[in-house]
Nanobody
């Protein structure tokens, strides 16, 4: 599975961004998909995860109520809608895929990764 992220950029605090991840390869619909982020000097953390069917989602506490993860299995894409952005959301955001069973909070357990897209939120 190859993953390509897009949609990052510079935005002011309170603004919104929509990240997209395009997947190539077979059996996209059998993978859980997730968005992770890594800020300078910090460990990579899980932001949001969606099950293969889209019926189950996970969000880190700091993202709840502000971010929404979604997927379109017909188009092999997954999105992260980010609203009310804060400077502390600044990081490189990565798309990842994993065969179930999935552990949302442990990045090292995920199978495939994109190259990342930078999100910068100015105060």
């Amino acid at each position: 599975v190859q993953l390509v992220e897009s949609g990052g950029g510079l935005v002011q605090a309170g603004g919104s961004l929509r990240l997209s991840c395009a997947a190539s390869g077979r059996a996209f619909s059998s993978y859980a998909m997730g968005w992770f982020r890594q800020a300078p000097g910090k460990e990579r953390e899980s932001v949001a995860v969606i099950s293969w069917s889209g019926e189950s989602t996970y969000y880190v506490d700091s993202a709840k109520g502000r971010f929404t993860i979604s997927r379109d299995n017909a188009k092999n894409t997954v999105h992260l809608q980010m609203n009310s952005l804060k400077p502390e959301d600044t990081a490189v955001y990565y798309c990842a895929a994993d065969r179930p069973p999935t552990i949302p909070t442990i990045p090292s357990k995920w199978d495939y990764w994109g190259q990342g897209t930078q999100v910068t939120v100015s105060s």
